[in-house]
């Protein structure tokens, strides 16, 4: 099946065709996700993740099918609702996974899967030894978990003894620091053997281990692990170790003073590629990856093969339409003859495959186009992607590495997208304050006419370190469709524009890159089609922020809405999941930079606020919690005797408009966009 993956929307001029309608907020529990596809060893099939929303259970589905590389129609492997992670044996005939958090074997043949671990505290993804008959995973259990979750007659305390500066994750919780991850391994026995083979633990200690993959010959096993004990009074720092599959003592392979990931062993086993970043010295605000090569002999000493290369290796690109359950495999993938390595790259907005030469770093593009290559994987010289752009959601399509040339496989959202009007944004650049060139985008109704006068809705990322692009964002689309002209930028401090861009920020945040995004503002006015009267801004987090400080700036908006902000920098400083011990976005703590701290929040310059502002907050929002930012506004707003209203979402984490429970995600945007109705209609 061949098809453009650009805007697929195309009204036929034949009696009886329907015009498309306007997509709508409810339209989320209808979409299809794609995620962790995977090709086959021989290249001839796909298995994927395919998620749907359950809108009746307020979750979301999840179950392997299986698609075939030259396309039709794909087919379901497992009933679900929990399966995922599907990983290939190296011979194609069987598939393991996990469902319900133990790992299950599903046979190509035909018939049931099985399952193949039952641990208390379950296990991570698996991964295949190349001769099929192991698979490595982490897991954070522990010998007594089994007996105290079985044994009633045992008292489960629920008091948390904490002593760690990071001891809560959002989406995670609290975090038990008596339950690090470590590895284990299963045999994989026939389908016939009376009694499975029991899983092994490899690892053991205070430390977790992550990223495990098998030697070339099976007999040892490669990991990244952060062995300090207190790791945020340093920089990021994960090395490269190696273990015999059958435990004992670990070795050091690799190290850089950075956070080593991703790792990809190569074809003949001796080097392994990963992403890092590496920590420049004094440290900053934001180190943009690369991609590493180094040997598999303890001691190695890793090469940086993008030194040169000014873009983010293994970057993503901005939206709120990633499946909201399952990965995406994202590691390099090597030639077969071990020359080249492939991974994706962002760049101005766009994220595509590289091709990178293993001795010299010599880079060549692979994809091209106005799109987001989520994810990747590669049998010979086939490629298998998964492809996002401002008009879909995602599908697959696979590519002869050597040219690039992309073909669909699927067109998943095909029955629900040939409804609604979808249309992409225009891609416009500005000039800054100080020269700089600025990259965005405008997300015009798909029944635009330039005779009106549109009211906008200015939308802020953030991160502050991510980027928008083009990739499918379901937010931007509505709005649009209810009468909006929706604008997005990349100001200063985003990714996928070289190193200083984005780190520039770095104390200064925000500084100059609210500038950035007036100037924008600025820039969409002069072409006439927008009512100067009738302005919005919204961002989520660091765009949160961002809203929080414009309002304080400036009246020239006439509605606001703050989605899970910082208003109170010191605040933040001392509840938020993570911590900001090392002088990434503030030369120090609190007490020793009063003046930093009171200057750079927005909850300083409250009494200039007349914007009507609406608080968006997640009750479980452990990032940016809503003491310190959605909390503290409304409370001085509302002693101002000015106009505000606070949503919170109960048990919602900082991840509620990208995977939040599918009814609170359209509950957010119908809030958003009533707030908007109300004060610029």
């Known amino acids: 099946m061949k098809t453009s993956i650009a805007a697929f929307i195309v009204l036929l001029a034949v009696p009886g065709a329907v015009e498309p309608r306007s997509i709508t907020e409810t339209d989320l529990h209808h979409f299809v996700w794609i995620a962790d596809a995977r090709i086959s060893p021989d290249g001839s099939r796909i298995v994927f993740v395919r998620v749907t929303a359950n809108a009746k259970g307020d979750n979301y589905d999840t179950a392997l099918w299986l698609v075939s590389t030259t396309g039709g129609e794909p087919r379901r492997l497992t009933a679900g609702p929990r399966d995922l992670a599907p990983r290939w044996a190296p011979d194609g005939r069987q598939i393991a996974f996990i469902r319900s958090q133990q790992i299950a074997l599903l046979s190509m043949d035909g018939g049931e899967a099985r399952q193949i671990t039952s641990l208390a505290a379950g296990a991570g993804p698996p991964e295949w030894s190349r001769n099929g008959k192991t698979l490595v995973f982490t897991s954070d259990e522990r010998p007594e978990d089994s007996q105290k979750k079985n044994d009633d007659s045992v008292y489960k305390s629920d008091v948390r003894v904490i002593r760690d500066a990071e001891y809560r994750s959002n989406g995670a919780g609290y975090i038990d620091p008596q339950h690090p991850s470590h590895l284990w391994t299963v045999a994989v026995a026939d389908s016939t053997t009376v009694e499975a083979p029991k899983p092994r633990q490899i690892t053991s200690g205070e430390f977790s281990e992550d990223d495990p993959i098998f030697s070339a010959d099976g007999s040892t096993i490669y990991f990244v692990s952060d062995r300090v004990r207190e790791p945020y009074y340093l920089p990021a720092d994960r090395d490269l170790y190696a273990i015999p599959a059958s435990g004992g003592s670990m070795t050091r392979v690799a190290s850089i003073d950075g956070a080593i990931g991703s790792l990809s062993l190569s074809p003949d086993g001796t080097r392994i590629a990963f992403v890092a970043s590496a920590n420049a010295k004094p440290v900053r605000s934001y180190d943009q990856p690369d991609l590493w090569v180094t040997a598999v002999s303890p001691g190695s000493t890793p090469k940086n093969l993008t030194t040169a290369y000014d873009f983010d290796i293994g970057g993503a690109i901005t939206g709120d339409q990633r499946a909201p359950r399952g990965g995406q495999p994202r590691a390099p993938v090597w030639s077969a003859d071990g ?343």
Do not use: C
Request: zero cysteines; a neutral charge.
């Open 339 to 681: 020359r080249t390595l492939l991974v994706v790259a962002a760049e101005q907005g766009r994220g595509n495959v590289k091709r990178i030469d293993a001795a010299t770093g010599r880079i060549e593009n692979v994809t091209k186009g106005d799109q987001e290559i989520v994810s990747y994987t590669m049998a010979g010289s086939t490629l298998a992607l998964l492809v996002s752009t401002a008009t879909s959601i995602g599908d697959l399509f696979v590519a002869d590495s050597a040219n690039g040339t992309l073909k669909r496989v699927t067109d998943i959202n095909h029955a629900l997208f040939s409804e609604i009007a979808i249309t992409a944004p225009e891609e416009f650049w500005y000039t800054s304050f100080d020269g700089r060139k600025i990259q965005g985008w405008i997300q015009k109704p798909p029944d635009f006419d330039r005779s009106k006068k549109y009211p906008m809705i200015f939308e802020i990322h953030g991160g502050p370190h991510s980027g928008y692009g083009f990739t499918f964002t379901h937010e931007f689309q509505w709005m649009a469709a209810k009468g909006y002209v929706v604008v997005y930028t990349n100001p200063r401090g985003s990714t996928s524009y070289g190193q200083d861009f984005g780190n520039i920020i770095q104390f200064r945040y925000p500084g100059d890159d609210y500038k950035d995004l007036m100037a924008g503002v600025d820039e969409v006015l002069k072409r006439g089609d927008i009512d100067a009267a009738r302005l919005g801004v919204t961002g989520g987090s660091g765009g949160g922020l961002l809203t929080n400080w414009v309002i304080t700036q400036t009246d020239r908006f006439k509605a606001a809405v703050s989605q899970r902000s910082i208003a109170d920098w010191t605040g933040w400083w001392y509840t938020a999941d993570f911590t900001l011990f090392q002088p990434e976005w503030f030369p120090g703590a609190p007490w020793e930079h009063v003046e930093n701290f009171v200057q750079r929040s927005p909850i300083t310059y409250i009494k200039n606020v007349t914007t009507p502002l609406m608080l968006i907050e997640g009750e479980a929002d452990m990032r940016t919690p809503p003491a310190n930012g959605g909390e503290v506004m409304f409370r001085a707003l509302k002693y101002l005797k000015k106009e505000t209203v606070m949503v919170r979402f109960p048990d919602e984490t900082h991840e509620l408009s990208r995977s939040g429970k599918p009814w609170h995600r359209v509950e957010r945007l119908q809030h958003i966009v009533g707030w908007f109705d109300k004060h610029l209609k």
